[in-house]
T-cell receptor, first 116, second 114 residues
Framework: AQSVAQPEDQVNVAEGNPLTVKCTYSVSGNPYLFWYVQYPNRGLQFLLKYITGDNLVKGSYGFEAEFNKSQTSFHLKKPSALVSDSALYFCAVRDRASGGSYIPTFGRGTSLIVHP | DAMVIQNPRYQVTQFGKPVTLSCSQTLNHNVMYWYQQKSSQAPKLLFHYYDKDFNNEADTPDNFQSRRPNTSFCFLDIRSPGLGDAAMYLC?????????????FGNGTRLTVT
């Protein structure tokens, strides 16, 4: 099975500073990688994905992620954090589900806290 | 706006009393999923529909059932809820099942079992 690891339960950053949320992956073959964000008592929202092409992927709300094959990483970044970015962030990898479908398998999530 | 809507947002049920959660979508997506999420953990896939084709994950308890009467609606039935079934239940849709498209999530139903 494919998997992702998010090594940090929580990331703290001051507003205006750059932020990084880490994700490493373990797959056989070429990975399909995703980032989702979850605000309190809400569903997950898609931020960005890497399927193929440029290693630097740009997504919603000013977020970007860099696919690094040699380090098997897909870290999420933003140049300048906002208090409103505070949320739970999930990295995900495409994995095989029942019935021939493919679904995202999520990491355990990283809580991002941006301090004013 | 096209979206995924879950009702109710909050559901309280008694131990052992059947409960049904509902999900509707206006995206006309072929695939609908039900996830269980406990206490800020990763969402766990329970089952999904590809059109009318039902696909159950191997470790989903028999206590959980699902129905998809048409493209727009999908229901999660919990036949005899236990205290361990208290969680956020998330419905999601996708245009296809190839895994390259993003999932669109509803805002979830938070289930409390008393």
């Amino acid at each position: 099975a494919q998997s992702v690891a998010q090594p940090e339960d929580q990331v703290n950053v001051a507003e205006g500073n750059p932020l990084t949320v880490k994700c490493t992956y373990s797959v056989s073959g070429n990975p399909y990688l995703f980032w989702y964000v979850q605000y309190p008592n809400r569903g997950l929202q898609f931020l960005l994905k890497y399927i193929t092409g440029d290693n630097l992927v740009k997504g919603s709300y000013g977020f970007e992620a860099e696919f690094n094959k040699s380090q098997t990483s897909f870290h999420l970044k933003k140049p300048s954090a906002l208090v409103s970015d505070s949320a739970l962030y999930f990295c995900a990898v495409r994995d095989r589900a029942s019935g021939g479908s493919y679904i995202p398998t999520f990491g355990r999530g990283t809580s991002l806290i941006v301090h004013p | 706006d096209a979206m995924v809507i879950q009702n109710p947002r909050y559901q309280v049920t008694q131990f052992g009393k059947p409960v049904t959660l509902s999900c509707s979508q206006t995206l006309n997506h072929n695939v609908m999923y039900w996830y269980q999420q406990k206490s800020s953990q990763a969402p766990k896939l329970l089952f999904h529909y590809y059109d009318k084709d039902f696909n159950n994950e191997a470790d989903t308890p028999d206590n959980f059932q699902s129905r998809r009467p048409n493209t727009s609606f999908c229901f999660l039935d919990i036949r005899s809820p236990g205290l361990g079934d208290a969680a956020m239940y998330l419905c999601a849709t996708s245009r296809d099942r190839g895994g390259s498209k993003s999932l669109h999530f509803g805002n979830g139903t938070r289930l409390t079992v008393t």
